[in-house]
T-cell receptor, first 117, second 112 residues
Framework: EAGVAQSPRYKIIEKRQSVAFWCNPI?????LYWYQQILGQGPKLLIQ????????DSQLPKDRFSAERLKGVDSTLKIQPAKLEDSAVYLC???????????????FGPGTRLTVL | RKEVEQDPGPFNVPEGATVAFNCTYS??????FFWYRQDCRKEPKLLMS???SGNEDGRFTAQLNRASQYISLLIRDSKLSDSATYLC?????????????FGTGTRLKVLA
């Protein structure tokens, strides 16, 4: 079974530039998550999709970050304009359900390492 | 108080040692708990879920203490390959939806 795919793996940009990340979840997984992981910290949820609807975007800095999941499959996360503090690894994860009373395992992609100069 | 707290470590232990990590959570309504492992510059991977009755998988044992609101991870007979960061993950909502809150992680170094 193919895992969660992300691209690019690395990106270096200057502050105030724009950048976009792409994620393709595991086939059949209804829920997709974008996390930001700053060095030395745990992943922080930015946005969670259930199919193509947003479940939680409470920690997404909406003045500069946007995300979409068209057709309920792959997703893009955009930053415009980037700031120095956006330097981090952006992780995409997917899970089969995302809702319900049973446990639901998240599978992570390899991440995109963003450096803002 | 943070929703999920962990001692960042590092815990430096010799091969063969037993080591334990704790993780505290603030929301008493939390329903789901997990331990993830993250190797340097890699993505997190599920190590084990934590059930109310405890959970054991080989050398790894996870336990939940609801009264004191913490979960623990015990690693017996540590191997060099166990060196990694161990992330505590809690679903704080208890509403049937999945919102995962990650701790900062505990770094483990197993020394030869």
């Amino acid at each position: 079974e193919a895992g969660v795919a992300q691209s690019p793996r690395y990106k270096i940009i200057e502050k105030r530039q724009s950048v976009a990340f792409w994620c393709n979840p595991i086939s059949g997984h209804a829920t997709l998550y974008w996390y930001q992981q700053i060095l030395g910290q745990g992943p922080k949820l930015l946005i969670q999709f259930q199919n193509n609807g947003v479940v939680d975007d409470s920690q997404l800095p909406k003045d500069r970050f946007s995300a979409e999941r068209l057709k309920g499959v792959d997703s893009t996360l955009k930053i415009q304009p980037a700031k120095l503090e956006d330097s981090a690894v952006y992780l995409c994860a997917s899970s089969l359900h995302g809702v319900g009373g049973s446990t639901d395992t998240q599978y992570f992609g390899p991440g995109t390492r963003l450096t803002v100069l | 108080r943070k929703e999920v707290e962990q001692d960042p470590g590092p815990f430096n232990v010799p091969e063969g040692a037993t080591v334990a990590f704790n993780c505290t959570y603030s929301n008493s309504a939390s329903q789901s708990f997990f331990w993830y492992r993250q190797d340097c510059r890699k993505e997190p991977k599920l190590l084990m879920s934590v059930y109310s009755s405890g959970n054991e998988d080989g050398r790894f044992t996870a336990q939940l203490n609801r009264a004191s609101q913490y979960i623990s991870l015990l690693i017996r007979d540590s191997k060099l390959s166990d060196s990694a960061t161990y992330l505590c993950v809690v679903n704080p909502t208890g509403s049937g939806t999945y919102k995962y809150i990650f701790g900062t992680g505990t770094r483990l170094k197993v020394l030869a």
